[in-house]
C-alpha cells in the first residue's frame, strides 16, 4: 500500500504542477463549446449530435496524454526503480492509472456537466452523463495504460498509439453516447461498467508485461 501511495501521490503531483492536467480537459471544453458555434443554434440538431461528440472529445482528450505515460520513466531510469520495488508491478502500474483517472479523467467528466448543457441535453440528464463519463475514462485509462506501455520506446509514438487504441476506445464511447442520448440507460450503463472494470482489471496486467519487456 505504500508503494501505491507514493506512486499515485507522485504521479498526480506531477500532472498538476506543471498544468499538465489541465491541457486535456481545457481541449475537452473547447471542442465541445465551440460545436454549438459551428452548427448553429438548431436545438434538434444538437440535441442529435452532441452526445456522440462530448464522448469523441472526451476520448481524444484522454489519448493526448498517452504518449509521455511510460516513456519518461523508461528515460531515465524510472522503470528500474518500479521493478525493484517492494510492490508487484502490475500494483504500481495501477496506481499510475488511478493518479491519471483522477487528475485527468475525473476533471473531464465533471466538465462534461457544462459541455453537455451547452449542446442542450436536458438538465435531469446531466448526473447519468457525468457518471457515464467517469466510468467511460475508466475504460479509457485501463486500455491506455496497456498501449502506452506497448509503445514506451517509440519515439513520437503519437500516430501509432492513436492507430491502436482508438478502436479500442469504440465500445464505451458506443455505449457512453447511448447513455447520454436516452437510449436504453440500464443496459448502456450496465456494459460501460463492465467496460470499466474490465479495462481496470486487465489494462495494468498487459502495461506490466509490456514493461517487463522494455526492461529486458
Known amino acids: 500500500m505504500s508503494a501505491f501511495a507514493v506512486t499515485f501521490r507522485r504521479d498526480l503531483t506531477l500532472m498538476w504542477a506543471g498544468g499538465g492536467a489541465l491541457a486535456p480537459v ?6 465541445t463549446m ?3 458555434l459551428a452548427m448553429g443554434p438548431d436545438r434538434t440538431l444538437l440535441q442529435q449530435s452532441g452526445p456522440a461528440l462530448v464522448w469523441i472529445a472526451a476520448a481524444l482528450a484522454l489519448l493526448s496524454v498517452l504518449e509521455r505515460l511510460f516513456q519518461a520513466d523508461l528515460e531515465d531510469g524510472g522503470l528500474d526503480q518500479m521493478l525493484l520495488a517492494p510492490a508487484p508491478l502490475e500494483w504500481i502500474v495501477f496506481a499510475k492509472g488511478a493518479a491519471l483517472w483522477c487528475g ?3 476533471p473531464i467528466a465533471l466538465a462534461g456537466a457544462p459541455a453537455a448543457l ?3 441535453a436536458p438538465v435531469e440528464r446531466i448526473p447519468l452523463i457525468v457518471a457515464s463519463l467517469a466510468l467511460g475514462a475508466a475504460a479509457f485509462v485501463g486500455v491506455g495504460l496497456a498501449v502506452a506501455a506497448l509503445t514506451a520506446s517509440v519515439k513520437r509514438g503519437g500516430v501509432l498509439i492513436a492507430l491502436i487504441v482508438l478502436p479500442l476506445f469504440a465500445p464505451p464511447v458506443i455505449f457512453g453516447a447511448a447513455v447520454a442520448s436516452g437510449e436504453n440507460i440500464a443496459g448502456a450503463m450496465s456494459i460501460l461498467a463492465g467496460c470499466a472494470l474490465g479495462a481496470a482489471a486487465i489494462g495494468p496486467l498487459a502495461a506490466a508485461a509490456a514493461l517487463r519487456l522494455h526492461a529486458e
Not at 481545457?26 to 471542442?31: E, I, P, S, W
Open 104 to 106: 485527468v479523467g475525473l
Open 118 to 120: 451547452a449542446l442542450q
Open 34 to 36: 465551440l460545436v454549438p
Open 26 to 31: 481545457g481541449y475537452f471544453l473547447g471542442a
